[in-house]
């Protein structure tokens, strides 16, 4: 059943503003994606009340995504950007295109029993193909490679990793993943830091600003129009909704929020689901070639089994992009490039004479159990957020699942709206402390 908003309208404001509290407005941050892209010539602002069938709050992957189904299926769509296209999360991240959802399927059959565990991994399949398809179906140039390495940074882990590659192959059917032991994982990454792992040459990674971009592209060659830099100051829902912006406003029948970590205060009951998390990636200065392969050989990518995950790749020309070291406050560290240096040193020490060129932040969504957040809110109003990492696929997915609905086939869009998403405890203002007071325990059990 979708859930009733009692409120008449949903307003943006929150204390903390995370859409201005650590960025330039309009700009992109200093990061090597951006800086390794071609600059994507900007869309207007919004300046006048328009009309049409679907607006679309958000261009990442998301939103992009959706207008770009919907669009294909002949409906009138306009997508609002406070930023830029590809700003948020979808500009910023370490770019994995993982298998299956947040969750591994021994927790799915666990939580939601076999049946609804087979729909999600099939769910998550169709996300990795879906990402594929576009990219060459819309001749994106997004440097896409095949292959992540899920690695063990305890021995205890390793006979779990082992048998789970053996379960994703019996109750899967999925061929793609194999067990490696200590030595083979150690002659892949160039590190003592890890003792086995799992290597899924059906996942990959990509450049995901280039991505996003090569969404927006392919929307507006649909039809979908595009307004940066407008942000959407609340929604008042009636059967054609008012999406009330800065200088104009959109009515639409229908309205997708796809903000993730920077919705704020716009829609309040998805707020308690759905927590912003920063996250950092640092980039090196280019590595000679033989150095770069010697340090990951088979350009895969790698994240490991910390619950604050590191994750790491090289890039086309090859840098190392490094991530990790979350924090839980809103601000973003001074200096990032110092803060996420000792943990990147940590698993490649003999890197300690290599400059870091770039350093930034991004903020995340994520849930109490790490599963994307689906609802209808009011009629015709979606949301769809809570990625929690997993975001390249899965919501490059949930877009067209929403598109879907909106076309009227509600099913596979029901299937996750079906999973239950806790609220986050502590209410408004003790949310944010509690979940930095559990992370940092779980850092703690990484760390001892």
């Not at 992009?64 to 299926?73: D, R, T």
Request: charged share 20%; proline share 4%; with cysteine.
């Amino acid at each position: 059943m979708s859930a009733i908003i009692q409120s008449q309208h949903f307003t943006a404001g929150s204390a903390l503003d995370l859409l201005t509290a650590n960025d330039q407005p309009g700009a992109y941050p200093d990061s090597y994606y951006a800086a390794s892209v071609k600059p994507m010539e900007a869309f207007a602002p919004l300046h006048e009340d328009m009309a049409c069938d679907v607006c679309v709050i958000g261009a990442g992957y998301t939103g992009l995504s959706a207008a770009l189904y919907l669009a294909g299926q002949g409906f009138d769509v306009i997508v609002l950007e406070a930023h830029r296209v590809g700003w948020g999360a979808s500009g910023r991240n370490g770019g994995q295109l993982g298998s299956g959802q947040r969750l591994d399927q021994t927790d799915l059959e666990h939580q939601f029993g076999e049946k609804t565990a087979h729909q999600l991994w099939e769910l998550g399949r169709e996300a990795k193909s879906l990402v594929r398809d576009l990219i060459a179906r819309h001749n994106m140039n997004c440097d896409y490679k095949p292959g992540i390495l899920y690695a063990d940074h305890r021995k205890r882990l390793v006979a779990g990793s082992q048998a789970y590659v053996e379960k994703l192959q019996r109750d899967y059917g999925y061929g793609q993943v194999r067990f490696l032991d200590q030595k083979e994982l150690r002659e892949t990454v160039a590190t003592k830091a890890y003792f086995g792992g799992a290597l899924d040459t059906g996942a990959g990674h990509l450049h995901p600003l280039k991505f996003a971009q090569g969404l927006a592209s392919a929307a507006v060659q649909a039809g979908a129009r595009i307004y940066e830099q407008t942000r959407v100051q609340k929604v008042e829902p009636s059967g054609t909704s008012r999406v009330v912006c800065e200088r104009a406003a959109v009515s639409a029948p229908h309205v997708l929020l796809a903000c993730n970590g920077y919705l704020g205060d716009l829609e309040r009951s998805v707020s308690r689901h759905v927590m912003p998390l920063n996250n950092y990636i640092i980039a090196t200065e280019p590595l000679a070639a033989d150095r770069a392969q010697a340090l990951i050989r088979k350009n895969i990518a790698v994240a490991d089994s910390r619950n604050v995950v590191n994750y790491f790749r090289l890039s086309r020309d090859n840098r190392l992009l490094f991530g990790g070291g979350e924090s839980y406050g809103y601000k973003f560290p001074k200096d990032i490039k110092t803060f996420i240096r000792p943990h990147m040193l940590s698993v490649f020490p003999q890197l300690s004479d290599v400059a870091i060129d770039y350093g930034w932040g991004g903020t995340l969504g994520i849930t109490m159990n790490r599963m994307p957040h689906l609802r209808r809110l009011e009629q015709g109003i979606l949301t769809a957020s809570g990625y929690s990492g997993h975001g390249v696929g899965m919501a490059t997915l949930c877009g067209k699942l929403a598109g879907e609905l909106i076309c009227g086939t509600a099913a596979r869009f029901d299937i996750m709206a079906s999973i239950p998403t806790p609220e986050f405890p502590g209410g408004p203002r003790w949310r944010q402390p509690l979940l930095a007071l559990g992370m940092w325990y779980y850092a703690l059990r990484d760390r001892f």
